[in-house]
């Protein structure tokens, strides 16, 4: 029931009917977070709307203050619901707590209950319509009679499906569920409506095109079928129609590729000069000839394969299992191959059966497989596993195992990654594993074997260490190139994000901007990561004299997989860094450093801070790669000095080592490393500085508790969070900072239970989780780059750490002093071949916190 009052425009809802005047506004997708049941959403932004049955309407930030203001005096005398499809009677899916403007838009904190939980993640309600009116009026009269007006006010809001748009161009909607009002879609929505739209087209003709091309038709005729379907896919949004549409033309076109003529046909399929009747008639011609062909090509293969099974039958010495095996080749026979090829194709899976007789023979007499395989064979697999288990088994007893040291992972919880590099390792090292297993399985000498080299499965077990706990590698993209040698390819998305031109409006005959998003490939080289052991007796632990010291075998795999996961965790790191600093660095060209170094000084720093860290590529001969990146020059008296090496084989004279990149202290040493005092009143320094970052003093100030100086720290956080979301259009997923850092967070004023900010929290051992919802790391390796003071924002899988050959032992030395005198131990080396890299392109999903002391520094 409802009635209205016209001299002042009131209207009296006894019902859950909308008030007139009421305007619906379609915002952007909802998301529900199913862990705390809260989800902020986006009500509309300020701007003008435009609809062609009720005119324009303008939403302005005076009118969201209105909002918000009416919210929160309960004008509407009531909580503020969310329903179903704007059905109150069905119930409520969630209730709107807070109400906030964020750079132009209305968004709200909202509470999901069960319902609404589940219409948005199952039952496809993914899109919010807030109810909005523009002068709400009360239905009670004040002490005054006068029913009193609000202004724009908030009266509730409705779940909905993806609602039925037309011509997007012109935002026209229909709705039914909307009921009769004035309906306005956010521009956001619409833009994303409208991509799906073109996405649709864009794949629909690119499926076409690729089914052109197995077609005998002219260029003409190609480029005139592909006109044809995209002129007749302008204003078609169902999917369904558009494919249907597609196939119809398909149809046509293979007609036109069987009946050989060269001429292109004017088609229309609305009209003209192919009716109806004819696309049905040419459409059953097709299927009949398809039919027909289809039926054709199956005997001709047919034939073929029984050319190809025969040839193997007759074939001499081959077990039956090996001849099912190479049957299974089959599948790669074609109607085009001619009898020649077909019998060629058996005449080398012969050969291959035979290879595998002999390596099935040998593996029987106990030498494993022939060398040369391509690829790790089922059998070759399965003597890994087998190997892998006999050694856990005897590693779960250690004491190693016991106080956490190894964690000896199950094969199903091993990052794929950790399992394709063993996989390589297992495939050139298959004889010598096969032959361990024989040991350990008792089929050898009692758990006892020669002592000329490191076992293998010490250097296996290493691997699946160093790769199952290196944590690291979650935020980073991890490859194999098995098949590199110098160089390895890193694929990579280059998005720009210009605007396109002219927003996308594009008139008759007009050219069509191309989106620039594209997929690419950028050239990495590859680099020998070696490293050397002195390696005790104990963990030979394959001896001549005596049984297997398991307790110094797992001892010597913690260390060595430790020390492998710091390196190669360290390199990740400090590359992060680099690249972070040097997406828009400044540069400093000789900078004065006399004022330093005048009354003698080991130690100076630079005026602006973080130092880039300066980069030269090499080859793996150690040559230099194009010129230096970022170079720092430090000029003393005219003369250049160079970085100190730490080789021990430099001249006498002066070096240079940046102390800290954070804060951009240097130190100036002898050839041995020793500082040495410097007089001189001519000293230039030439650098990169970091711009792609945002700096917080930790010296807090007079009458300030450093916990609530400390949310400045968090602050700075998500103020670069925005920039690299609104400037950059990247979505950073992680933090990456020391423990010591971790800690100071946590310290924060807003981690305080009754005062923490959604997505900012700490785990159940007070470390912290997460800031302005990023999940927060630690780096777990010594003397990075990033210090104590640095905090690093990025996106997943922007740089990329590529294995071209598995880490592996050298065999055992004697192992010598530094004067090549014999020391009665062993010594070996381990070299990994990979490479680090991210394209420059993607430099700008990193970003960073430097938290320093000003007065320290």
Known sequence: MRKSHLSTSIVLALSSTDPEGVIHLISDQVRVDTGTKRSVVTITRTGKFYDPRYGEFELTQQMFDSIIKNFNDNVFGQEINIDIAHKPEDGAGAVVKRLFTDRGRLRAEVAWYELGVNKVTKDGFKYLSAEIHPNYVSNEAGTDGQYQQYGPTLLGAGLVTRPCIKNLDKIELSEAFLHDCPTYLSESLASKFSEERQTMWKQIIELFEKQLKGLKLSEKQHSALVKLLTDSLNGVSDEAQAKALSEQISGVAKQLSESGVPDTPVIHLNGGGLSQDDVIRILGEQAEATEKARQEAATKLAEKVKLFTDAIDKAEGLSDEVKKELKETSELISTEMSDEQVTKLAENQIAHGNQKMVSVQLSGLGFGSVAGSLAQTPDQQRESLQLQEQIHTNLRHTNTYALGQLRLSEEKDLPVFAQQV??????????????????????????????????????????????????????????????????????????????????????????????????????????????????????????????????????????????????????????????????????????????????????????????????????????????????????????????FDGSGKQAAGTYYVVNSYNLGKFVLVDQSGTPKVVTTSDAKLSYSYATNIQKVDSDVPNGTTPEKHYNKLIQAIGRRKAIMKDDRFITPDFLLMSNTLNDTCTNAEQFVASMRRDGSKTNAQGDLEAVKSLPAYATNAPATHLGDERILMGQRGAL??????????????????????????????????????????????????????????
């Open 800 to 857: 990329t750490y590529t294995i071209v050959k598995p880490y592996t032992l050298s065999e055992m030395q004697e192992a010598r002093d530094e004067n090549g005198q014999l020391k009665g131990g062993k010594e070996a080396y381990g070299e990994e071949y990979n490479a680090i890299h991210c394209p420059v392109p993607i430099r700008n999903r990193f970003t960073s916190v430097l938290f320093y002391s000003a007065s320290g520094r």
């Open 422 to 643: 063993l996989a390589e390792f297992d495939r050139l090292h298959h004889r010598r594993i096969h032959a361990e297993r024989m040991v350990l399985s008792g089929q050898g000498s009692a758990n006892v074997i020669s002592d000329t080299d490191l076992p293998v499965s010490v250097q296996r077990e290493v691997i699946r260490e160093a790769l199952s706990d290196l944590n690291v590698l979650q935020l980073v993209q991890t490859l194999t190139d098995f098949s590199a040698t110098a160089t390895t390819q890193i694929p990579y998305e280059n998005r720009d994000v210009s605007a396109v031109l002219g927003d996308g409006i594009v008139f008759e005959y007009g050219a069509i901007p191309k989106v620039k998003n594209s997929q690419r490939m950028d050239l990495a080289y590859v680099l020998p990561m070696k490293i050397a052991f002195e390696v005790s007796n104990e963990l030979m632990h394959f001896s001549k004299s005596s049984v297997i010291n398991w307790d110094a075998w797992g001892r010597n795999v913690a260390t060595a997989s430790r020390i492998i996961k710091e390196l190669i965790a360290r390199r990740l790191l400090n590359t992060m860094q680099r690249v972070a600093d040097s997406f828009l660095a400044g540069k400093m060209v000789d900078e004065d450093l006399a004022s330093q170094l005048q009354g003698g000084a080991s130690t100076f720093k630079s005026a602006q801070f973080p130092v880039v860290a300066q980069y030269q590529q090499f080859d793996l001969q150690g040559n230099t790669i194009g010129t230096v990146e970022n170079p720092i020059v430090l000029k003393i008296g005219g003369t250049e000095v160079k970085p």
